[in-house]
Nanobody, 126 residues
Framework: QVQLVESGGGLVQAGGSLRLSCAAS????????MAWFRQAPGKEREFVSA????????YYADSVKGRFTISRDNNANTGYLQMNSLKPEDTAVYYC???????????????????WGQGTQVTVSS
């Protein structure tokens, strides 16, 4: 299993930006397809974005498309989520997730991932 640790969350005003990081250890990071999910209080965990093993392909939920950018640095064993133009509805705990094998039409399902970080809180004030 790969260990994942998120960082970079915090409190920001609407319209502001944050950059989340997901540091991986224990296994070769480039072997893992990586994604970001988020969970707001009282809501189910939802897909935010994903990036393929060599960063060839990226995927976004409609709610964040054009505002968030996912990336990864396999040499640094770290994934990133740049979040711009943040809205109060982006407030949630953000989790990074990873899996070795992913079928494209299942990448937005949390059950497709067997490695998870502990989460980092993002709060956007209005």
């Amino acid at each position: 299993q790969v260990q994942l640790v998120e960082s970079g969350g915090g409190l920001v005003q609407a319209g502001g930006s944050l950059r989340l990081s997901c540091a991986a250890s224990g296994r070769t990071f480039s072997n893992y397809f990586m994604a970001w999910f988020r969970q707001a209080p009282g809501k189910e965990r939802e897909f935010v974005s994903a990036i393929s093993w060599r960063a060839v392909s990226t995927y976004y939920a409609d709610s964040v498309k054009g505002r968030f950018t996912i990336s990864r640095d396999n040499n640094a064993n770290t994934g990133y989520l740049q979040m711009n133009s943040l809205k109060p509805e982006d407030t949630a705990v953000y989790y990074c997730a990873a899996a070795i094998n992913i079928v494209q039409n299942t990448m937005s399902r949390s059950r497709s991932y067997d490695n998870w970080g502990q989460g980092t809180q993002v709060t956007v004030s209005s």
